[in-house]
């Protein structure tokens, strides 16, 4: 008789971990919007760090609990692979991410609208040093 084991059921997904590191991509946003009074507020005026260590803090925490597993069951050298190749897929999401996140600026830049909904005078594309790539 052959008995059928279902396989282990997956850990799921920490919402607190998500959720934290949500907040921190929000205040890095909010900390890196042209002429905002909300800037005064970020954790970065008031402490010795900011929200990008809890951003970071959160994100070596899941991947601690996503790749954890890997390097138990097979050892050191799959877990580094695993884990390269994850790397290598983010990168060239964090690539094509920016260049398309570049061009939209480029495009609000050209089209005015910074300068009539911000009051912003100044060329937000240039002082940020990103004419070079377009």
């Known amino acids: 008789m052959h008995s059928t084991s279902a396989p282990p ?6 919402p607190r971990l998500d959720f934290f ?4 991509m929000f ?3 909010i900390a890196h919007l042209p ?21 970071v803090f959160c994100s070596g ?8 597993k890997v390097f138990d069951q097979s050892g050191w050298l799959m ?3 695993r884990v390269s190749h994850r790397v290598w897929q983010v990168y060239w999401a964090h ?17 005015g609208v910074l300068n009539r909904c911000c009051g912003l005078t100044q060329d937000y594309v240039a002082s940020l040093n990103l004419w070079h790539f377009f």
Request: glycine share 10%; charged share 10%.
């Open 95 to 111: 690539v094509c991410q920016f260049l398309i996140i570049a061009a939209g600026l480029v495009a609000v830049q050209t089209s």
């Open 79 to 81: 877990g580094a692979a």
């Open 9 to 14: 059921a997956l850990r799921p997904r920490d």
């Open 21 to 24: 590191r949500g907040i921190g």
């Open 61 to 68: 925490m899941a991947s601690a609990i996503a790749f954890g």
């Open 27 to 29: 205040i890095i946003f």
């Open 35 to 55: 002429a905002n009074s909300w800037t005064l507020w970020i954790p970065a005026r008031f402490g010795f760090s900011d929200a990008t260590e809890m951003f």
